[in-house]
């Protein structure tokens, strides 16, 4: 099958529902052997490693089996949606991949500040405290996933069953309030 034809593009719909109503292994490994080398490819011409696009792969392949259910032909084809899937994982690892871990992260002592910087750092923080608690509570429950929950907008998403469009929109216009907030 390919994905380009309307007759193939039912095909992968009907495999993708045998996966979600039957848990059906064949129609799987034929979703498996068609599109995981060529989202391994995208993910390598993207700029990931062999082995980032390997595990990532791997991780989308598993979305699939596991959420095949979330899959919607009324609002993208199978490859769009696994593409999809694939783009967001390749970003979610990124992000794990460039946080530090914690033996990087400095011990012992940190040099004391003075005073002034420390009173300035906390009519800082009660402005920001002050400044988060005027966001629409829609807004401030998504600030405080991203940045204080250290959740990617994906798994956000995946929590509140927002789409990814709206919690990038919502997260964005917080943003925008709090910089003018803080000015």
């Known amino acids: 099958m390919t994905t380009s034809d309307p007759t193939s593009r039912l095909a992968w719909v009907a495999q993708i529902e045998a996966v979600r109503d039957r ?53 993208a084809s199978v490859s769009t949606w696994i593409f999809t899937i694939a783009r967001n994982r390749r970003i979610d690892m990124i992000r794990k991949l ?31 405290g002050r400044a988060l608690a005027e966001l629409p509570e829609k807004q401030r429950a998504l600030i405080e996933r991203a940045y204080f929950g250290d959740l990617s907008h994906s798994e956000i998403a995946e929590q509140t069953g927002l789409p990814l469009g709206t919690i990038k929109s919502r997260i964005r216009l917080a943003l925008d309030r709090l910089r003018h907030s803080m000015k």
Not at 103 to 116: C, I, V, Y
């Open 23 to 75: 848990q059906d292994q064949r129609a799987f490994a034929e979703l498996f052997a068609h599109f995981a080398p060529r989202v391994k490819s995208f993910l390598m011409k993207s700029g990931s490693s062999p082995e980032l696009a390997e595990e990532c792969v791997q991780e989308v392949m598993t979305t699939l089996w596991n959420k095949a259910a979330l899959f919607d032909p009324g609002k």
């Open 98 to 128: 460039r946080r530090p871990e914690p033996e990087d992260l400095p011990w012992g002592p940190e040099t004391e500040a003075d005073q002034s910087e420390a009173m300035i750092l906390q009519e800082e923080t009660e402005r920001l």
